[in-house]
């Protein structure tokens, strides 16, 4: 909405540059499908927590726009206090799975390579951060998605689960 049109091409032509490309998670579906239920587990944990310091800085930088709606700052408010309600309920899930309590309910996730240093750049820039950080969340979402319907599936007993 607060991106020129024009901006979109230079944008997309960016390439994968999101800051959770480099978390050690799997990419293609026959990884995904040869991995265990315990390590689909924590490769959501490692997207969920990658994914709370950038969500709170979307918070800070949409409050310095003049012309944000109130519907988006409070879904953006909205996401985050879900993503910290499924941070919580992985950790639970994969207490279960291990059967034993040494997992912290901390963050695993090291956050010292975010770019989000509360540094805020122009007006332009950080609109086009913005949209690029929601592009990025967009695809983790959807990661985070699969990986969970793949578990619900495996513990189901179906026969077929591959990821679509």
């Given amino acids: ?3 020129p049109y024009p901006l979109h091409v230079l944008i997309n032509q960016a390439g ?6 480099h978390i050690p998670i799997p990419t293609s579906k026959s990884e995904i499908q ?5 390590w689909l587990l924590h490769s959501v944990l490692f997207l969920v927590q990658s994914w709370m310091e950038p969500l709170l800085y979307l918070q800070t930088t949409l409050d310095r726009y003049d012309d944000a ?15 910290l309600s499924l941070e919580q309920g992985v950790v639970v899930l994969i207490r279960k799975m291990l059967d034993e309590g040494i997992m912290a309910s901390s963050t695993i996730f090291d956050h010292t390579q975010s ?9 332009l820039e950080s609109v086009i951060r913005d949209y690029h950080l929601l592009t990025c969340f967009k695809k983790d979402t959807h ?12 513990q189901s007993n179906k026969l077929s689960c591959l990821p679509q």
Wanted: with cysteine.
């Fill in 69 to 83: 709606p109130n519907a988006l700052l409070s879904k953006t408010k909205w996401v985050s206090d879900k993503l």
């Fill in 115 to 123: 770019p989000y240093d509360g540094q805020f750049p122009e007006v």
């Fill in 34 to 38: 040869q991995i265990s239920d315990s």
């Fill in 16 to 21: 994968n540059t999101c800051h959770s490309k």
């Fill in 1 to 3: 909405m607060f991106v």
């Fill in 143 to 154: 990661k985070m998605e699969t990986f969970l319907k793949l578990l619900k599936c495996r």
